[in-house]
């Protein structure tokens, strides 16, 4: 369940930096359209309150919100490493 959680975290910050238009470049290397982008921004959100809900509904309301604060910081964590590594290319 724990790496569950991590890999929809890592997709939902993943989404949600392809919604900015300065990152989508960088990790796509191609300009994607305004519509592309708040559609990446809508999943995105979708999956981090799916993650939120998951990370409560396995663990109770208390843990679970510090599991899903864990999900989503190695998750960013993980998205900044990979913006940062495509950028430096």
Same mark, same amino acid.
Request: glycine content about 8%; charged content about 10%; some cysteine.
């Given at each position: ?42 999943? /995105?959100?979708? !999956?981090? @309150? =799916?993650? +939120? *809900? ?7 309301? /208390?843990?679970? !919100?510090? @599991? =899903?604060? +864990? *999900? ?18």
């Amino acid at each position: 369940m724990f790496v569950l959680g991590l890999l929809i975290a890592t997709a939902a910050m993943l989404c949600l930096a392809l919604a900015q238009a300065k990152h989508a470049p960088q990790l796509l290397s191609v300009a994607i359209t305004p519509k592309q982008r708040r559609l990446a921004g809508w999943c /995105g959100w979708l !999956l981090t @309150t =799916f993650c +939120a *809900w998951l990370a409560m509904k396995h663990y109770g309301v /208390g843990v679970g !919100l510090v @599991t =899903f604060l +864990a *999900w989503a910081c190695v998750g960013a964590w993980a998205t900044m490493l990979l913006v940062t590594a495509r950028r430096s290319r």
